[in-house]
């Protein structure tokens, strides 16, 4: 009996340890910015050191037995880090017209457009008659309308600070991206999941992952970032850089990995809203970043959407587990997975 306790303390504990991580990793690439860092430079050479220190992967878990990287296999890895680097691209982009509790929000949209690209790419069945279809249209239509309200009306602040974030048009285009970030992290999930398919080793995908993406971004870097002194990096940019590559790629990677084998995805998809919070305080304390109304009803909107598609997927596998279904084959056999990769978009 205290073994379970303490188990589900740990793990409770570690989820709130791993949202801690994602926000203010969130809030420390935006102060970099905010400080005059290049984005583009930054997310190069946070990609350099996260491909470093996935290296040892590479070398230990590669041996005789391990599945062939043949070239249709780097294909795909390519494909996946291409989608990768535009899910940096877009988040650091809109980071820099709008703020972490904005970024942190959107995320919550990514349950929605996995549902239907998994549909689009018919991974997954919409049943009509089935309770947990119908939640996760409902779940997602709601999410989306959230979406709207949090990208397009920012309204006025609801604390106290006075304002020094970007006007309503860079808001509402940093909110542009981002909603095209979390459609990209969903476009992740897919390919991914075709991937572990046929080649499981998620460490090696990982390795590779990080090296296609550091390609991309040396050479967006190259071509856009023309002044040398943008090159160097100062105290707030290297704070960033070894902060978005620890913490996120290591930290937060293996805490979600350690937590969905113990308690399952569902648990660990419940306390994504939980960063939205985390972010608010940590970007009204660090940066003076206002709570504004339209943040505030879209983030609540977004969060119930949210809850609603998690309850249909709840329902769908709890259908699984009593009887045979035809819902759905490869997301829910690989969604023990999904995490490792996706929730490295910063």
Known sequence: MWRRAWSSSVTFVGMIMAMMAQSSAMVV???????????????????????????????????????????????????????????????????????????????????AFTFILS?????????????????????????IAGAFVVALYKGPPVTLLTSSSSPHSSWALGGFFLVCDALLISLCYIIQALILRDYPLVQIVT???????????????????????????????????????????L????????????????????????????????????????LCRGSLIGAIVIVGGFYVVMWGKAKESEDMASGPSSASEALPQTSHKIPLLAQEQC
């Open 119 to 143: 549909i689009s790419f018919r991974m997954e069945r919409l049943e009509w008659k089935s309770s947990s279809s119908q939640a996760k249209v409902v779940g997602t239509t709601v999410s």
């Open 207 to 249: 390795f590779f992952y990080h090296l296609f993406m550091t390609v991309f971004s040396a050479l967006l870097a190259l071509v856009l970032v023309k002044d040398p002194k943008s090159w160097s990096l100062q105290e707030s940019s290297l704070v960033s850089v070894i902060y978005s590559s620890l913490v996120m790629s």
């Open 29 to 111: 690439i935006k102060f970099a910015m905010s400080q005059g860092s290049d984005k583009f430079v930054l997310v190069l050479y946070s990609n350099v050191l996260s491909t470093i220190l996935f290296l040892p992967c590479l070398l230990i878990l590669r041996r005789p037995g391990s599945p062939r990287l043949t070239s249709s296999v780097l294909i795909r890895f390519f494909l996946l880090s291409l989608t990768g680097f535009l899910v940096q691209i877009f988040a650091f982009v809109g980071l820099d017209y709008s703020s972490p509790t904005l970024g942190t929000a959107l995320l919550n949209l990514v349950p």
């Open 251 to 290: 930290l937060h990677t293996a805490v979600i990995i350690w937590c969905v084998k113990r308690r399952g995805p569902a648990y660990v998809a419940m306390f994504q809203p939980l960063g939205i919070i985390i972010a608010a305080v940590l970007g009204i304390i660090f940066l003076g970043d206002p």
